[in-house]
């Protein structure tokens, strides 16, 4: 996909994504094409980044280094990261020192989200970021260009919200796996194009006619970073669970609403952020206890447990975890945890534990 942006739109530069947030709309808005980089998957087999990482850093860190190390990422011209975790923070190091001809930059986002400053402060780090793509793409960003990128990204997150809330009002027309493959390819294509897609998909869904199954009603939580396998969401719905809403790609849905296109573009994709996004392991807001955005989710889609589900490994969703069962026991909300890699390859393990928790629901 990156070739072929490239070969059509000669000299365009192409800039990595890594999870969970980066502001796309800077990207976009400079003339260049943000794409998502979230790890090999299942598809590479780990080589040489082993000798950069220590042994126990969760896998997208190490897949991310091995498809730079096997020229997997040739077609980039820039790397953008953010404060995900202490690994994230130093492969963003290691991928500067081993690839020195990319633009990679890293997002110090605020850890007060309850300082009057804060605003400022992530307006600043916005301006700062952008002023070296403008560099990169070798051109001037104007508050123009930026506006009209905020409205086409706030016209695709409008129509991702609306298969989340088929998923959530009828889930036997859209399946999870269906939702997150529709919703990964606006990782690697411009926002009009993504739009035009999701609008088609929505179309056909309208005429679809399934049957309900006999599932219960879950969301999936602490899957924010590192993916799991599209053969491990197919597993949990297998084994009876029609998955309502999740962090998969949350980058992807990050803000609840529009961003505001009037007054300062940088300053409302700031205020944006920290008023009117997603919770998350690594947005830390003391303005509410860590469940609270996950309680929450559970309200809004009505669904009866949580999985769940997090990398091995990762340290801010394992931290969490300990959050969210004190608060979803209190709340008495079923859960299950899971964790999973993603380079998995077997799956059987995972759909007993998750069918034989679904029995037990069903059969109470």
Same mark, same amino acid.
């Given at each position: ?42 598809? !590479? ?6 000798? +950069? ?10 897949? =991310? *280094? ?28 290691? *991928?500067? +020192? ?18 009057? $400053?804060? $605003? ?6 916005? +301006? ?22 905020? @409205? ?34 606006? =990782?690697? *294509? ?25 599932? !219960?009603?879950?969301?999936? @939580?602490?899957?924010?970073? #590192? ?5 491990? !969401?197919? &597993? ?41 996004? @997603? ?9 509410? =206890? ?10 809004? &889609? ?6 769940? $589900?997090?990398?091995?490994?990762? #340290? ?29 390859? !077997? ?7 998750? @069918? ?9």
């Amino acid at each position: 996909m990156v070739d072929q942006w490239k070969l059509a739109h000669p000299g365009g530069k192409v800039v990595g994504c890594f999870p969970v947030y980066s502001p796309v709309e800077l990207i976009h808005a400079a003339g260049m094409l943000p794409v998502g980089v979230m790890g090999g998957g299942n598809q !590479i087999e780990i080589a040489h980044a082993d000798s +950069r990482f220590q042994s126990f850093v969760c896998s997208i860190i190490k897949s =991310t *280094m091995e498809l730079g190390l096997t020229g997997r990422l040739k077609g980039l011209d820039g790397l953008i990261f953010h404060s995900i975790c202490d690994p994230a923070k130093n492969l963003s190091s290691i *991928m500067r +020192r081993n690839f020195p001809q990319l633009l990679v930059e890293f997002i110090h986002f605020p850890q007060n989200l309850e300082s009057p $400053l804060a $605003l400022d402060y992530l307006a600043a780090e916005y +301006r700062r970021l952008l002023d070296q793509l403008a560099t990169l793409a070798g051109g001037p960003v104007s508050d123009g260009d930026l506006k009209k990128s905020i @409205e086409q990204y706030n016209e695709n997150r409008a129509l991702i919200r609306r298969l989340y809330e088929i998923r959530r009002e009828s889930p036997q027309l859209l399946s999870a796996v269906e939702c997150y493959l529709l919703v990964r390819a606006g =990782t690697l *294509m411009p926002p009009e194009e993504h739009t035009a897609l999701l609008d088609e998909a929505l179309d056909g869904l309208a005429r679809r006619e399934v049957k309900l199954k006999d599932r !219960i009603r879950v969301v999936v @939580e602490g899957s924010f970073c #590192e993916q799991p396998p599209v053969e491990l !969401i197919q &597993s949990l719905e297998e084994a009876g669970c029609d998955i309502l809403d999740d962090d998969f790609l949350l980058g992807r849905r990050w803000f609840l609403g529009d961003v505001p296109t009037d007054g300062d573009p940088l300053r409302a994709l700031a205020r944006a952020y920290i008023d009117g996004s @997603e919770g998350s392991a690594v947005k830390h807001d003391l303005r509410q =206890t860590k469940a609270a955005p996950l309680l929450e989710k559970v309200k809004r &889609s009505g669904a009866q447990a949580v999985v769940v $589900l997090a990398a091995k490994f990762c #340290e801010p969703a394992l931290f969490d975890y300990a959050l969210y069962r004190r608060d979803l026991e209190a709340a008495g909300i079923p859960h299950i945890f899971l964790e999973f890699e993603e380079k998995m390859w !077997i799956f059987d393990k995972i759909r007993t534990e998750v @069918e034989t928790f679904v029995e037990s629901m069903l059969f109470d």
